[in-house]
């Protein structure tokens, strides 16, 4: 699934690395440390946090993740904003927590 | 092939910048066409290196050179050093600060996993001046 169809989909709203959406979701993470998440996010994950701040972007690049949801109703800081522009990392918000949504996405077959 | 060498500067606690290196020197490798499982370990250690550096250390450098057979890549900073390299090494370890904590730093598994990652590690560190960790990566099916 692509990223823009699963953020639809899924009533996510995108609000940086637009430019990213067009690649495809091939597998999932939850996590919030971040060397636990280096060491074990799959490639082409959709990775769903509550962290907030620019370096979860180097983090979903360095991983080759698709893109961040950050959960919880978090939003992102102004610089993970324009980092994950430059990266092209689509961030997408959702108000439900981590738990919750992983449930609904895992059973729709994303990852 | 000649070696290739490039190095970064690390600024101590400059998280805005904090894994750039990493992402460059990914970027390369992949134009390189090195083995993308290589590249992957590579980027793990080259991150949590950095991140190291960023919140433990001094400023530093990124150094990496790559070779046909070998990749190796070293990050140093200059202080406050690591006193007990052992303990530093453990899974779980961390001195880390509670805002670094609540920002998702701190699980005390960069060394582990630079570790992991990384053919052979060598740390080596003087209290009150200085660290390095070089890592060796090896190049298979090249000659
Ligand atoms: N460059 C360094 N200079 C000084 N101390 C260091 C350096 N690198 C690591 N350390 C020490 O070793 C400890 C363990 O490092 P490690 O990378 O395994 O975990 P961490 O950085 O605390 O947490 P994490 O990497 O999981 O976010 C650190 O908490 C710190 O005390
Ligand atoms: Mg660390």
Known sequence: ?111 | MSSLKKSFNIRSRDFIHAGEASITVQQLLKQMRIDPALIRRIAICGYEGEMNVVMHGGDGLYRVEINSDRIVLEISDQGPGIPDIAKAMEKGFSTASDEHREMGFGAGMGLPNMDKNADEMFIESVPGSRTRVRMLFLCKGTK
């Open chain 1, 1 to 111: 699934m692509k990223a823009a169809d699963l953020a639809a989909q899924f009533n996510l709203t995108v609000v940086a690395g637009k430019d990213g959406l067009g690649r495809t979701v091939t597998g999932g993470h939850c996590g919030d440390l971040l060397s636990e998440v280096m060491a074990n996010a799959p490639v082409g994950s959709i990775w769903l946090t509550i962290q907030v701040h620019q370096n979860i972007v180097a983090v979903a690049v360095l991983k080759e993740m698709t893109a961040i949801i950050l959960t919880g109703g978090n939003v992102p800081d102004e610089e993970a904003r324009a980092k994950a522009d430059e990266e092209k990392i689509p961030i997408m918000l959702s108000d439900q927590r981590t738990y919750d949504l992983a449930g609904m996405l895992y059973s729709a077959g994303v990852g």
